[in-house]
């Protein structure tokens, strides 16, 4: 017995695998977000979710992929509209021992846009050609069969002696950095930079993409206000938050559990309109600790749920507007995202945030009237369209898109938008 387990361990050798890292203890965990919108029939609509850099300089990006890597694309970010924006999934690994590993996502729907540290695979293989004429600034790309993959990463231990020093940091107010508060390993990679051969660390692997393909969940609201949400999926839905923000105050409701096919119907945005708003501090606090929960139910560790609702608390608890938080099931994550790690960790958790934002016919309604008074000149409804713009961001392009489809048909020249849209 002895005399197999040497040759075991020289034959793993000359692979170049240690013996001790054949026993992984390997703990990897996930999270992230998808983020589509949609009007009050529930159709998703394409919509432009580059228009603000959040991101760390150092990250990279199709346009600027790094050493050795071709870009994928050859227009500006403003040019990308899609279903959805799948936004900062970050992987971790727990291990009580220096590994190496490799790691591989599939994107079959979508395409990878960014990513952190450098991958030594990264590309789409598939991309539809641009027609003649083609505005970039309504292009809604559909590559598919996208992936990225990790080669020979370095896994060291947490707490490793000065190694929190050296992770790489700029002076902007990001929320990319309060993914790396958890307990997770470090991770270093041999080739990176601007020449490939810069080794880069970090405490997770981050990348983010986009596709046009639908979640689970389909959200309706009527004209009087009936809200409904429909599980459109093979599998539950838990972890269901109705939100509503306006100018600084919150409201919000639980929606419970979705089975499989199930459609829950009620006055949700009627019943959520008699509650009283909360202060933005107080509306973070309520529910923010009710997310954490949720994701903790789930399968993220403590700091791992925190880390994730004060990486997303900006976006989900300050932003004006009407939207569905829910927690997607794994088997949907699998499908979506096929992830390959080798070695193979002795426990994997993937837990995936829908986010729905809602563009209720009362928001259309609103805008249609500023955008018609807008067009016969009123100065203080174009002013109000300006403000609109500025509070919805990155979904003002989608609600002016049907706020337009309620005017009538008119030869008259709308109002210049173009640098909201």
């Given at each position: 017995m002895k005399t197999l387990r040497l040759l075991t361990a020289l034959w793993l050798t000359t692979l170049g695998v240690s013996a001790a890292e054949t026993k992984s203890d390997l703990v990897v965990h996930e999270w992230g977000t998808f983020t589509s919108v949609q009007g009050g029939d529930g159709v998703l609509l394409p919509w432009q979710p580059f228009l603000t850099p959040d991101l760390p300089k150092f990250v990279y990006e199709w346009q600027r992929p790094?050493?050795?890597?071709?870009?994928?694309?050859?227009?500006?970010?403003?040019g990308i509209r899609s279903l959805q924006r799948m936004e900062t999934p970050v992987i971790y690994f727990y291990?009580?021992?220096?590994?190496?590993?490799?790691?591989?996502?599939?994107?079959?729907?979508?395409?990878?846009?960014?990513?952190y540290p450098q991958a030594q695979q990264i590309g789409s293989g598939t991309r539809p050609p641009?027609?003649?004429?083609?505005?970039?600034?309504?292009?809604?790309p559909s590559f598919t069969n996208s992936m990225i993959g990790w080669r020979n990463l370095r896994l060291?231990?947490?707490?490793?002696?000065?190694?929190?020093?050296?992770?790489?940091?700029?002076?902007?107010?990001?929320?990319?950095?309060?993914?790396?508060?958890?307990?997770?390993?470090?991770?270093?990679v041999a080739a990176g930079g601007t020449n490939g051969t810069t080794p880069e660390l970090e405490k997770l692997l981050f990348y983010r993409g986009t596709g046009n393909f639908a979640t689970p969940l389909r959200v309706t609201v009527t004209e009087a206000g009936a809200l409904f949400v429909a599980n459109t999926g093979a599998q539950p839905l838990t972890g269901l938050f109705l939100i509503e923000m306006r100018n600084g105050a919150?409201?919000?409701?639980?929606?419970?559990?979705?089975?499989?096919?199930?459609?829950?119907?009620?006055?949700?945005?009627?019943?959520?309109?008699?509650?009283?708003?909360?202060?933005?501090e107080v509306f973070s606090k309520q529910l923010g600790g009710r997310l954490e929960k949720a994701l903790v139910q789930s399968g993220l560790y403590p700091r791992e749920a925190t880390a994730m609702?004060?990486?997303?608390?900006?976006?989900?608890?300050?932003?004006d507007g009407v939207r569905v938080l829910y927690i997607l099931p794994r088997e949907w994550t699998d499908a979506t995202l096929p992830l390959t790690l080798n070695p193979k960790p002795q426990k994997l958790e993937r837990v995936m945030v829908g986010r729905a934002e809602i563009i209720p016919p009362t928001l259309q309604k609103e805008l249609?009237?500023?955008?018609?008074?807008?067009?016969?000149?009123?100065?203080i409804a174009e002013q109000r369209l300006q403000d609109h713009a500025k509070k919805l961001g990155?979904?003002?392009?989608?609600?002016?898109?049907?706020?337009?489809?309620?005017?009538?048909?008119?030869?008259n020249k709308p109002i210049a938008l173009s640098k909201f849209e």
């Open positions: 790094g050493f050795g890597h071709q870009s994928p694309m050859l227009f500006l970010k403003g291990t009580d021992r220096e590994l190496t590993a490799d790691v591989t996502v599939k994107f079959p729907d979508g395409f990878i846009t960014e990513w641009l027609a003649s004429g083609t505005n970039l600034m309504v292009f809604a060291l231990p947490a707490p490793s002696p000065g190694l929190a020093a050296q992770l790489p940091t700029d002076n902007s107010d990001n929320h990319y950095f309060a993914a790396r508060e958890t307990d997770s390993a470090f991770v270093r919150g409201r919000w409701t639980e929606l419970g559990k979705l089975s499989p096919g199930q459609s829950k119907h009620g006055q949700e945005l009627a019943a959520l309109e008699k509650l009283k708003p909360v202060s933005l609702v004060k990486t997303w608390s900006k976006s989900w608890f300050t932003e249609a009237g500023e955008i018609a008074s807008a067009k016969s000149g009123n100065k990155r979904f003002f392009g989608p609600a002016h898109q049907l706020a337009s489809q309620r005017l009538p048909a008119t030869p």
